[in-house]
């Protein structure tokens, strides 16, 4: 399984958002500072995350979250309660 997930920075608020196929390793990397892209925005919390067969489908379904803004407002819109859970 494929996974596209979104995380939440719980030291300044703003998200994050990318695909792996381990989401429970990708996670803990993330809060053990280990990623780059995110070190300096640790801890974080999972708000959000879609499953897919296709790595293909997870990878494009980034994508598509990063090049539309639109596509990311609409989620936004979809998830707000749970984007106001961890404020």
Do not use: W
Request: charged share 35%.
């Amino acid at each position: 399984m494929f996974y596209f997930y979104v995380l939440k920075s719980q030291k300044d608020g703003n998200l994050y958002h990318g695909y792996s196929s381990n989401l429970k390793e990708r996670f803990d990397s993330h809060n053990k500072g280990k990623v780059d892209s995110t070190k300096n925005r640790c801890p974080f919390k999972l708000i959000y995350y879609e499953t897919y067969i296709s790595e293909k489908d997870a990878r494009e379904r980034e994508k598509q979250i990063k090049r539309r803004a639109s596509t990311y407002t609409s989620l936004k819109r979809r998830i707000k309660r749970s984007l106001n859970d961890f404020e």
